[in-house]
T-cell receptor
Protein backbone atom coordinates (compact mmCIF):
# COMPACT_ATOMS: atom_id res chain seq x y z
CA UNK A 1 0.00 0.00 0.00
CA UNK A 2 1.08 3.57 -0.66
CA UNK A 3 2.48 5.70 2.16
CA UNK A 4 1.10 9.23 2.13
CA UNK A 5 2.28 12.27 4.05
CA UNK A 6 0.60 15.64 4.41
CA UNK A 7 1.89 19.00 5.50
CA UNK A 8 0.98 20.82 7.65
CA UNK A 9 -0.69 18.42 10.08
CA UNK A 10 -2.68 21.28 11.57
CA UNK A 11 -2.92 25.05 11.33
CA UNK A 12 -4.87 27.94 12.78
CA UNK A 13 -5.51 30.70 10.25
CA UNK A 14 -7.11 34.09 10.15
CA UNK A 15 -10.24 34.82 8.14
CA UNK A 16 -9.47 36.01 4.59
CA UNK A 17 -6.08 34.30 4.29
CA UNK A 18 -5.16 31.22 2.24
CA UNK A 19 -3.49 27.94 3.19
CA UNK A 20 -1.79 25.44 0.90
CA UNK A 21 -1.75 21.80 1.95
CA UNK A 22 0.82 19.44 0.48
CA UNK A 23 0.37 15.72 -0.18
CA UNK A 24 3.34 13.48 -0.98
CA UNK A 25 3.07 9.80 -1.98
CA UNK A 26 5.96 7.33 -1.86
CA UNK A 27 5.08 5.81 -5.24
CA UNK A 28 3.62 6.90 -8.54
CA UNK A 29 -0.17 6.78 -8.53
CA UNK A 30 -2.76 7.64 -11.13
CA UNK A 31 -5.76 8.53 -9.01
CA UNK A 32 -5.39 11.14 -6.27
CA UNK A 33 -8.25 12.79 -4.41
CA UNK A 34 -8.87 15.57 -1.91
CA UNK A 35 -11.57 15.18 0.75
CA UNK A 36 -13.03 17.30 3.51
CA UNK A 37 -14.23 15.81 6.77
CA UNK A 38 -15.92 17.30 9.80
CA UNK A 39 -14.75 15.53 13.00
CA UNK A 40 -16.67 12.30 13.52
CA UNK A 41 -18.40 12.53 10.17
CA UNK A 42 -17.97 10.93 6.79
CA UNK A 43 -15.87 12.16 3.90
CA UNK A 44 -16.92 14.70 1.30
CA UNK A 45 -15.01 14.56 -1.97
CA UNK A 46 -13.73 17.96 -3.07
CA UNK A 47 -12.00 17.03 -6.30
CA UNK A 48 -9.92 14.56 -8.24
CA UNK A 49 -6.39 15.84 -8.81
CA UNK A 50 -5.37 15.12 -12.40
CA UNK A 51 -1.72 15.03 -13.36
CA UNK A 52 -0.94 17.57 -16.04
CA UNK A 53 -4.45 18.98 -16.32
CA UNK A 54 -7.08 20.81 -14.32
CA UNK A 55 -8.64 19.05 -11.36
CA UNK A 56 -12.17 17.66 -11.60
CA UNK A 57 -14.36 19.29 -8.95
CA UNK A 58 -17.45 17.89 -7.29
CA UNK A 59 -20.70 19.78 -7.05
CA UNK A 60 -20.41 22.61 -4.55
CA UNK A 61 -16.65 23.03 -4.91
CA UNK A 62 -14.99 25.46 -7.33
CA UNK A 63 -11.46 26.04 -8.54
CA UNK A 64 -11.31 29.64 -7.33
CA UNK A 65 -11.93 28.54 -3.76
CA UNK A 66 -9.95 25.27 -3.81
CA UNK A 67 -7.20 25.48 -6.45
CA UNK A 68 -5.36 22.18 -6.86
CA UNK A 69 -2.02 21.41 -8.44
CA UNK A 70 -0.71 18.00 -9.53
CA UNK A 71 2.68 18.53 -11.16
CA UNK A 72 3.61 14.82 -11.14
CA UNK A 73 2.37 11.38 -10.11
CA UNK A 74 3.62 11.61 -6.52
CA UNK A 75 2.68 15.12 -5.37
CA UNK A 76 -0.35 17.39 -5.13
CA UNK A 77 -1.38 20.56 -3.33
CA UNK A 78 -4.76 21.87 -2.25
CA UNK A 79 -5.17 25.56 -1.44
CA UNK A 80 -8.05 26.78 0.67
CA UNK A 81 -8.50 30.39 -0.45
CA UNK A 82 -10.02 33.42 1.26
CA UNK A 83 -10.84 31.32 4.29
CA UNK A 84 -13.83 31.74 6.56
CA UNK A 85 -14.70 29.89 9.79
CA UNK A 86 -16.93 27.58 7.72
CA UNK A 87 -13.76 26.18 6.12
CA UNK A 88 -12.63 24.80 9.48
CA UNK A 89 -12.36 21.08 8.85
CA UNK A 90 -10.02 18.17 8.30
CA UNK A 91 -8.62 17.94 4.79
CA UNK A 92 -7.44 14.56 3.55
CA UNK A 93 -5.68 13.43 0.43
CA UNK A 94 -5.97 9.89 -0.81
CA UNK A 95 -4.82 7.65 -3.63
CA UNK A 96 -6.75 4.78 -5.16
CA UNK A 97 -5.78 1.33 -6.32
CA UNK A 98 -7.90 1.41 -9.42
CA UNK A 99 -8.90 -2.19 -9.96
CA UNK A 100 -10.25 -2.84 -6.46
CA UNK A 101 -11.21 0.77 -5.63
CA UNK A 102 -9.15 0.62 -2.44
CA UNK A 103 -8.09 4.00 -1.15
CA UNK A 104 -5.15 4.92 1.03
CA UNK A 105 -5.30 8.13 3.00
CA UNK A 106 -2.89 10.64 4.35
CA UNK A 107 -3.07 11.54 8.05
CA UNK A 108 -5.08 14.68 7.33
CA UNK A 109 -4.63 18.40 7.93
CA UNK A 110 -6.75 19.90 10.69
CA UNK A 111 -7.60 23.48 9.78
CA UNK A 112 -9.13 26.01 12.16
CA UNK A 113 -10.15 29.40 10.81
CA UNK A 114 -10.70 32.18 13.32
CA UNK B 1 -26.08 8.95 -7.60
CA UNK B 2 -25.01 5.94 -5.57
CA UNK B 3 -25.73 6.26 -1.83
CA UNK B 4 -24.56 4.14 1.08
CA UNK B 5 -26.43 4.23 4.37
CA UNK B 6 -24.77 3.00 7.52
CA UNK B 7 -26.47 2.01 10.73
CA UNK B 8 -26.30 2.62 13.53
CA UNK B 9 -24.73 6.07 13.39
CA UNK B 10 -23.48 5.83 16.98
CA UNK B 11 -22.80 2.78 19.11
CA UNK B 12 -21.53 2.69 22.69
CA UNK B 13 -20.93 -0.71 24.27
CA UNK B 14 -19.02 -2.40 27.06
CA UNK B 15 -15.83 -4.34 26.50
CA UNK B 16 -16.59 -7.96 25.64
CA UNK B 17 -19.90 -7.32 23.88
CA UNK B 18 -20.61 -8.18 20.25
CA UNK B 19 -21.88 -5.73 17.66
CA UNK B 20 -22.86 -5.47 14.01
CA UNK B 21 -22.67 -2.45 11.73
CA UNK B 22 -24.68 -2.36 8.52
CA UNK B 23 -24.02 -0.70 5.18
CA UNK B 24 -26.93 -0.63 2.73
CA UNK B 25 -27.58 0.70 -0.75
CA UNK B 26 -30.00 0.36 -3.62
CA UNK B 27 -27.05 0.29 -6.00
CA UNK B 28 -24.81 -2.59 -7.02
CA UNK B 29 -21.10 -2.20 -6.33
CA UNK B 30 -18.23 -4.06 -7.94
CA UNK B 31 -16.41 -4.02 -4.61
CA UNK B 32 -16.95 -2.72 -1.11
CA UNK B 33 -14.38 -1.55 1.41
CA UNK B 34 -14.47 -1.07 5.16
CA UNK B 35 -12.22 1.50 6.81
CA UNK B 36 -11.52 2.41 10.42
CA UNK B 37 -10.45 5.90 11.43
CA UNK B 38 -9.04 6.91 14.78
CA UNK B 39 -8.96 10.54 15.98
CA UNK B 40 -6.18 12.54 14.34
CA UNK B 41 -5.56 9.92 11.67
CA UNK B 42 -6.76 9.21 8.16
CA UNK B 43 -9.04 6.23 7.46
CA UNK B 44 -7.23 2.89 7.29
CA UNK B 45 -8.41 0.14 4.97
CA UNK B 46 -9.57 -2.98 6.82
CA UNK B 47 -10.90 -5.18 4.04
CA UNK B 48 -12.22 -5.33 0.48
CA UNK B 49 -15.01 -7.69 -0.53
CA UNK B 50 -15.74 -8.28 -4.20
CA UNK B 51 -17.90 -11.39 -4.58
CA UNK B 52 -21.59 -11.55 -3.68
CA UNK B 53 -22.01 -13.59 -0.49
CA UNK B 54 -18.32 -13.32 0.36
CA UNK B 55 -17.31 -13.54 4.01
CA UNK B 56 -13.92 -12.37 5.24
CA UNK B 57 -12.51 -12.58 8.72
CA UNK B 58 -9.87 -10.36 10.27
CA UNK B 59 -9.22 -11.63 13.81
CA UNK B 60 -12.40 -10.67 15.73
CA UNK B 61 -13.92 -8.81 12.77
CA UNK B 62 -16.17 -10.58 10.25
CA UNK B 63 -17.17 -8.84 7.04
CA UNK B 64 -19.93 -10.01 4.73
CA UNK B 65 -20.92 -8.82 1.26
CA UNK B 66 -24.56 -9.28 0.33
CA UNK B 67 -25.48 -11.76 -2.38
CA UNK B 68 -26.65 -8.95 -4.66
CA UNK B 69 -23.58 -6.81 -3.87
CA UNK B 70 -25.76 -3.97 -2.57
CA UNK B 71 -25.07 -4.28 1.14
CA UNK B 72 -22.49 -5.36 3.66
CA UNK B 73 -22.10 -5.94 7.37
CA UNK B 74 -19.26 -5.77 9.86
CA UNK B 75 -19.52 -7.92 12.97
CA UNK B 76 -17.12 -7.52 15.88
CA UNK B 77 -16.89 -10.26 18.47
CA UNK B 78 -15.84 -9.50 22.04
CA UNK B 79 -15.18 -5.82 21.36
CA UNK B 80 -12.17 -4.19 22.98
CA UNK B 81 -11.43 -0.52 23.73
CA UNK B 82 -8.91 -0.59 20.88
CA UNK B 83 -11.81 -1.12 18.47
CA UNK B 84 -13.05 2.39 19.25
CA UNK B 85 -13.19 4.58 16.16
CA UNK B 86 -15.17 5.71 13.14
CA UNK B 87 -16.06 2.87 10.77
CA UNK B 88 -16.72 3.77 7.14
CA UNK B 89 -17.93 1.60 4.30
CA UNK B 90 -17.22 2.58 0.72
CA UNK B 91 -18.52 1.18 -2.54
CA UNK B 92 -16.55 1.01 -5.74
CA UNK B 93 -18.13 0.94 -9.17
CA UNK B 94 -18.01 2.82 -12.43
CA UNK B 95 -16.38 6.07 -11.39
CA UNK B 96 -15.49 7.36 -7.94
CA UNK B 97 -15.92 5.49 -4.68
CA UNK B 98 -18.97 6.32 -2.57
CA UNK B 99 -18.56 6.57 1.20
CA UNK B 100 -21.19 5.75 3.80
CA UNK B 101 -22.24 8.11 6.58
CA UNK B 102 -19.99 6.39 9.12
CA UNK B 103 -20.57 4.59 12.43
CA UNK B 104 -18.88 5.94 15.55
CA UNK B 105 -18.09 3.06 17.89
CA UNK B 106 -17.08 3.55 21.51
CA UNK B 107 -16.02 0.52 23.52
CA UNK B 108 -15.86 1.21 27.25
CA UNK B 109 -13.48 -0.77 29.46
Amino acid sequence: SAVISQKPSRDICQRGTSLTIQCQVDSQVTMMFWYRQQPGQSLTLIATANQGSEATYESGFVIDKFPISRPNLTFSTLTVSNMSPEDSSIYLCSVEERKRHEQFFGPGTRLTVL
Amino acid sequence: TQLLEQSPQFLSIQEGENLTVYCNSSSVFSSLQWYRQEPGEGPVLLVTVVTGGEVKKLKRLTFQFGDARKDSSLHITAAQPGDTGLYLCAGGGAGKSTFGDGTTLTVKP
